[in-house]
């Protein structure tokens, strides 16, 4: 099952500010919803540890992340893969883009196609949308409390 999700979050911070928290492990994991581990392995490779709950199922994912196509301070694409076990696996990617705004805020864009697979695909695509969005939008609110902290 694919699925594909667009927004914007305006961060109150400027774009070099928001650049480098977006590379940092420590203030992804924070801000990633049921994130357990995010260890950097390299300038654009992590590996995390996810645990999430998605209606009735309940997986932790053990995964890989790589950043790509890296334009600093502007942007990169982010692909990974995840297994969750029994519940299934996660794959897919997002494209994330900075811009300057107003009052030397920043607005990050971002467009994520996903695809899921196993279990989780018999949860529906109302139920994974509705999840995704939910965690998409924690995940936004806790990096831009990250982000206004300094």
Known sequence: MAMTMNGE??????KAVVWAKLNDPE???????GCEQLTKDDDTHFSAVVKVKLGPVKATFKGKVELQDLDPPNGYRIVGEGEGGIAGFAKGGAKVTL??????????RYE???QVGGKLMQ?????????SKKLADEFFANFAKAVSEG
């Open 9 to 14: 979050a305006l961060l109150p911070a400027a």
């Open 27 to 33: 203030v992804l994991k924070a801000a990633i919803p």
């Open 99 to 108: 811009e300057d705004a107003e009052g030397g805020q920043t607005l990050l």
């Open 112 to 114: 994520v196609e996903a």
């Open 123 to 131: 949860l529906g695509s109302r139920l994974i949308d509705s999840v």
